[in-house]
């Protein structure tokens, strides 16, 4: 199963929904808005002079964002699309950036640079396979010192949908739709794995990095799952037999400085 181009044509339509969106609001990010969040803006912190390689970017709305805060970005996403309109935004800003279309494990085979931070967010680990090897992408993509930063769904709000916690290795293939309002019911077919937050950790620790922190958080910045509900001034959350499930998690972890991958 070519799992890499079912993906790549479902996500180069999906952009063409995507950038025309309220949940993008590529005319706000235009006018000058932010499209990161509290979450990550906090845990990353400074960026300014350094060196930042944002993996599955999109089209690049939190690459760039990045850049306005003094970062020397780069992207990188599978749908040629993304590529092209993430090329576009960069020039309707007037931002310097550099964007590659590469599958993040392929990329992770040619790529030779290394970066002071390595960034990914919000429903990219679920397109992987391997975390062996995507672990071993962001080691690489490192700086001795560099640190990596991931901001992710929780797995637990899969759990309540029917998917499998535990993974046993085998790809959940569906036909759906995307996740922004002006989704017109048309589907695609995607292929996806399920990944246990200790897989995340442990093909984190056995590339060499060193974990720093790890936090879940009961709060959503999209409402992009069923059965959520608005807290104002914090997020969307959602309750389970009445306790909050966590929405988010966030991993830090950093590259040892004399260490050479």
Not at 81 to 109: M, P, R, Y
Not at 150 to 169: K, S, T
Not at 218 to 233: A, I, K
Request: aromatic residues 12%; hydrophobic residues 40%.
């Amino acid at each position: 199963m070519d799992y890499l181009s079912i993906n790549k044509e479902a996500w180069d339509k999906r952009t063409q929904v995507h950038v025309g969106s309220e949940f993008y609001d590529v005319a706000g990010f235009k006018a000058g808005q932010c499209s990161l969040n509290p979450v990550e803006l906090a845990q990353v912190g400074a960026v300014k002079g350094k060196s930042l390689l944002h993996l599955q970017c999109h089209f690049g709305q939190d690459t760039l964002s990045w850049a306005r805060l003094g970062a020397d970005v780069t992207g990188v996403d599978l749908s040629a699309n993304a590529i092209t309109q993430a090329n576009a935004l960069k020039g309707a800003v007037n931002l310097k950036a550099e964007f590659i279309e590469s599958d993040v494990l392929q990329f992770g085979q040619v790529n030779t640079r290394q970066f002071d931070i390595v960034f990914t967010s919000y429903g990219v680990l679920c397109w992987l396979p391997d975390l062996t090897a995507w672990a071993n992408t962001v080691a690489g993509a490192l700086k001795p010192g560099g640190v990596f930063h991931l901001v992710e769904f929780h797995p637990v709000n899969d759990l309540l949908a029917g998917y499998a916690y535990f993974p046993d290795g085998a790809p959940d293939i569906e036909e759906e739709g995307t996740y922004t309002e002006n989704c017109d019911g048309t589907k695609n077919t995607t292929v996806t794995w399920t990944h246990s937050v200790s897989d995340v950790i442990n093909a984190l620790l056995m590339a060499g990095l060193n974990i720093e922190l790890f936090a879940e958080h009961p709060y959503s910045p999209y409402d992009c799952f069923e059965g959520l509900e608005y807290v104002p001034g914090l997020g969307y959350q959602r309750l389970y037999q009445g306790q909050q499930v966590p929405m988010l998690y966030s991993i830090k972890a950093s590259k040892r400085k004399g260490s050479d991958d």
